[in-house]
DNA sequence: CAGTATCCCTCAAGATACTG
DNA sequence: CAGTATCTTGAGGGATACTG
């Protein structure tokens, strides 16, 4: 994206999200991640890209606080990619957007991957908004007040 | 991109989700969509982006079912752009970046916007996922299994 | 194996002018 | 006001060759 605008002084945190992790290829590394994926050739292989956009990415990743590089576990000189807490508090992003590809994205008896719990074997239920006491939260009982101050 | 490669195909509901709304503009519209936003030059300018890039934006989202048009309620002869059903339930995708990006993007102190519950008037709580018994899931509790027939 | 370095191309995005 | 049309730029992405 050419004369690309800065957006990383937006006061909206959806916005600040998006420009770090809105792209074809971020949150796909970090889908892997999750599934236990810390190699470059395994990345490579499960996304099939470029390898010079790969990476790309795993230094704007890692440089954005959502992996960290270690030396390779099986002692070779190379590094392994791994997910940060930062990086994994992003579980519920990737979780949303697998439910919602699942409920819009197949047609009806086509074949998906999909979540486990490995506790119960079963499929991890719909993520929804719950409120502290528990009612459950639609889009339209929430608003957006602007230019709160944070605590983080 | 060039010579993208073709994900409609793709088995893992997260990589078809990224591909309709894995990009700059989409989830800032639909964020705004959200926020009661239904005009043309209202998301223009809200977002600030080129009238040619958010026309071509907002004809994917209905292509893809997540916006519909309406007539304007003002009478005029123009449109109005709303989320469907489908487009609603991107809600805790919305959510999860923004929660993500208000702990993680912005410095202790620096303002942003927040999400309120109307009725209660406070911030809503962490997205986090139940399982069906109540307990919390935990990236590492659960796995992937490739290919299970779909229901939807 | 784990990348880096090049080369090339396409398209997303911006700017601007135009239209009913 | 709500777009469409046209032009330009450069980032994103792919392919491939190269390196320790």
Chains 1, 2 share one sequence.
Not at 106 to 114: L, Y
Request: hydrophobic share 35%; with cysteine.
């Amino acid at each position: 994206m050419s004369r690309r605008k800065l957006i990383n002084d937006e006061p909206c945190p959806v916005a600040r999200s998006v420009d770090v992790v809105g792209d074809r290829w971020s949150l796909l590394i970090v889908r892997d991640a999750f599934d236990g994926m810390r190699r470059f050739s395994d990345f490579q292989r499960s996304l099939g890209m470029a390898r010079n956009i790969l990476s790309d990415r795993l230094r704007k990743l890692v440089e954005a606080g959502i992996l960290e590089t270690k030396p390779a576990s099986d002692g070779t000189a190379y590094q392994e990619y791994v997910l940060t807490p930062q990086g994994e508090s992003l579980f519920p992003v990737v979780v949303a957007l697998r439910q919602w590809g699942e409920q819009h994205l197949f047609n009806p008896g086509e074949r998906h991957s999909v979540l486990i719990n490995k506790r119960t074997g079963k499929a991890v239920p719909p993520l929804v908004l719950h409120d502290s006491d528990g009612t459950t939260l639609q889009p339209d009982m929430t608003e957006v007040r602007k230019l709160i101050s944070g605590s983080t």
